[in-house]
């Protein structure tokens, strides 16, 4: 298994654990259960760690693919941009929800605040894991990049005589 290889098992992992996070969080908001509420924060630190082994791997990956015919220099730099930045929110993130895990679990005054930032800057978190997401899928699917044209299918009945 190279680096490539590693990048593409763990890249998926930042995205998908805060956005079932949030998920989680918005319960315990509603059901004003501080139990659902920490898993919430346990799990934007999890998905924080596990951003760790994705941004590393992403260098490697990009040495290995950036030579392959239909890899485009430029899209590969876009997404690396985009995970650099994602990977400094990631870990703010991770950061924050560790106090606020702190604050629920003693029950400081600052908690509930906190659980609404922790909630609002995830979804920002979320919108530049997803613009990172793709820009990365961008590079060997060109079928999800804007620019795509649909080729022209051919019409069933219309046959060669």
Same mark, same amino acid.
């Given at each position: 298994?190279? /680096? &490539?290889? *590693? +990048?593409?098992?763990?890249? +998926?992992?930042?995205?998908?654990?805060?956005?079932? &996070?949030?998920?989680?969080?918005?319960?315990?908001?509603?059901? $004003?259960?501080?139990?659902?509420?920490?898993? @919430?924060?346990f799990l934007f630190f999890v998905g924080a760690i596990a951003t760790f082994p @994705?941004? /590393?791997?992403? !260098?490697?990956? /990009?040495?290995?693919?950036? =030579?392959? #015919?239909? *890899?485009? =220099?430029?899209?590969? +730099? !876009? =997404?690396?941009? $985009?995970?650099?930045?994602? #990977?400094?929110?990631? %870990?703010?993130?991770g950061g924050l929800s560790l106090v606020g895990l702190w604050a629920n679990w003693k029950k400081k005054k600052f908690a509930e605040t906190l659980?609404?930032?922790?909630?609002?800057?995830?979804?920002?978190?979320? %919108? *530049? @894991? $997803?613009?990172?997401?793709?820009?990365?899928?961008?590079?060997?699917?060109?079928?999800?990049?804007?620019?795509?044209?649909?080729?022209? !299918?051919? +019409? $069933?009945?219309?046959? =060669?005589?």
């Amino acid at each position: 298994m190279n /680096e &490539a290889h *590693v +990048h593409l098992i763990t890249n +998926h992992l930042p995205i998908i654990i805060p956005g079932i &996070a949030l998920l989680v969080l918005l319960i315990g908001l509603f059901s $004003k259960s501080d139990a659902i509420k920490r898993t @919430a924060f346990f799990l934007f630190f999890v998905g924080a760690i596990a951003t760790f082994p @994705a941004f /590393e791997s992403g !260098e490697e990956a /990009e040495e290995i693919v950036e =030579h392959m #015919a239909g *890899v485009s =220099h430029d899209l590969i +730099h !876009e =997404h690396e941009e $985009k995970a650099e930045l994602f #990977a400094i929110l990631s %870990y703010v993130l991770g950061g924050l929800s560790l106090v606020g895990l702190w604050a629920n679990w003693k029950k400081k005054k600052f908690a509930e605040t906190l659980t609404f930032v922790v909630a609002l800057f995830s979804v920002a978190v979320l %919108y *530049v @894991a $997803k613009e990172t997401g793709t820009t990365g899928g961008e590079i060997r699917h060109p079928e999800i990049r804007s620019t795509f044209k649909q080729p022209l !299918e051919k +019409h $069933k009945d219309n046959k =060669h005589e």
